[in-house]
Structure formats: structure tokens, C-alpha cells
């Protein structure tokens, strides 16, 4: 874990730095970003009980990947070093316990979130209990949707050229396509990943 925690933290500052150079100190609203987040993933998990609905686990986890970037760019703003950032969520995800109701866990996250305009770093592993999540899958899953950002900014998405499907397959397809045969453990995945995205990008669309 504390590899992975390692590589997440530097790809996340990485990103934030790509956006904005100066971006500690531009005191964007980080934890509306997770509340928002909350209330899609809400969508996802079902709450009319005027219609028959089943929680999308697949779709919960990809909002749950989201909310993380929000939560490690919130952990990065402490000016914390990272080890002590990696004992801290070492600590919240040793021993989570869902609460049984996954839409009221939800709801007292998003609670911390909005009373303390922070990460609430147990409440978050408590909701990857409630969906059967591990650690592994947040990491692969957070490290694919961090190179597909970068990706995105280096061919254009900030001026709107870059366009999302390469013939006639949206680029997120490919991207789990790509992962699927990558090795997920190795400590250049990140950088495998975009090299795989790179080349299929100029071949199908260049």
C-alpha cells in the first residue's frame, strides 16, 4: 500500500500542477467537489422508493475514484510529509466497518464533508467497505482515470480540440482495454499506461 500511496500522492500533485502551477494557494473549493461527487454516486446507488432501482457497484466505484482525487489533493494541502499522509490513511483503512446502510454512511460522509470542508478519510473507507472495494482496485482504478486526465490536457482538452472518441470508441474504453493487459504492480504502470495510450491514440486518430 505505501508504494501505491506514494505514486498516488505524486500523480495527484502532478495533475493539480497541470491545471494551475501555483494551485496550493488558489484555495479551490475541494470539498464541494466531493459533496457533488456524493450526490451523483447517491444517483448510482438508488434512493426513489417510488421505482425499483439496483445499485450500479461498477458506477459507485468509478465516483468513489473521483472523490479520491479530491481527498488525496485535500491531504497534499495539510503540508504534511508523505509518509505521514500514508501512515494516516494506512491507519483509517486497517480495520473499516461498513455501518450497514450504505446510503446513510453516504450521508454522514458527506455530512464531515460539508461541517469540516475536509477529507473525511474513515468515512471514505467505510463507504469502499459498503460496495466490497479494496485497496488494489482504488489504486488501479485512480491511477487509469489520473493518466487519462494527463492525457487529455496533453492533446487538447483545455482548448476543446481533443476529442473523446477515437474511431468511434470513447477514449475510456480504451483505456480499460489498455489496462487489462498491463501489469498493474509494476512501479512504472503509470507511465506504461500512457505510453499504450499514446501509441494507440496516434494510430487511430493521427
Known amino acids: 500500500m505505501k508504494h501505491q500511496l506514494v505514486t498516488m500522492l505524486e500523480l495527484q500533485n502532478n495533475m493539480n ?18 459533496w457533488v461527487e ?14 425499483k432501482q439496483t445499485p450500479d457497484v461498477d458506477q459507485i466505484a ?33 480495520e473499516p466497518e461498513s455501518g450497514g446502510d450504505f446510503a446513510a454512511d453516504l450521508e454522514d ?11 473525511d478519510l474513515v468515512g471514505f473507507a467505510r463507504l469502499m467497505v459498503g460496495i466490497k472495494m479494496d485497496f488494489e482496485t482504488l489504486y488501479v482504478g485512480y491511477v487509469g482515470k489520473n493518466v487519462l486526465n494527463f492525457f487529455r490536457q496533453d492533446n487538447g482538452y483545455k482548448d476543446g480540440s481533443y476529442q473523446k472518441q477515437w474511431a468511434g470508441v470513447e ?36
Open 38 to 51: 456524493c450526490a451523483e454516486l447517491l444517483d448510482h446507488y438508488g434512493w426513489k422508493w417510488w421505482k
Open 62 to 94: 468509478l465516483e468513489l475514484v473521483d472523490i479520491w482525487h479530491f481527498g488525496l489533493s485535500l491531504m497534499l494541502l495539510t503540508g504534511d510529509s508523505s509518509d505521514d499522509i500514508i501512515k494516516r490513511v494506512e491507519t483509517a483503512f486497517a
Open 171 to 206: 477514449d475510456n474504453e480504451h483505456l480499460v482495454d489498455i489496462v487489462a493487459d498491463l501489469d498493474t504492480s509494476s512501479a512504472s504502470f503509470a507511465d506504461d499506461l500512457y505510453t499504450k495510450m499514446n501509441d494507440r491514440y496516434c494510430e487511430l486518430c493521427k
Open 17 to 34: 500542477t497541470k491545471v494551475h502551477s501555483n494551485w496550493k494557494e488558489q484555495e479551490f473549493e475541494w470539498y464541494r467537489a466531493i
Open 109 to 119: 460522509f458527506t455530512e464531515h464533508t460539508l461541517a469540516t470542508k475536509d477529507f
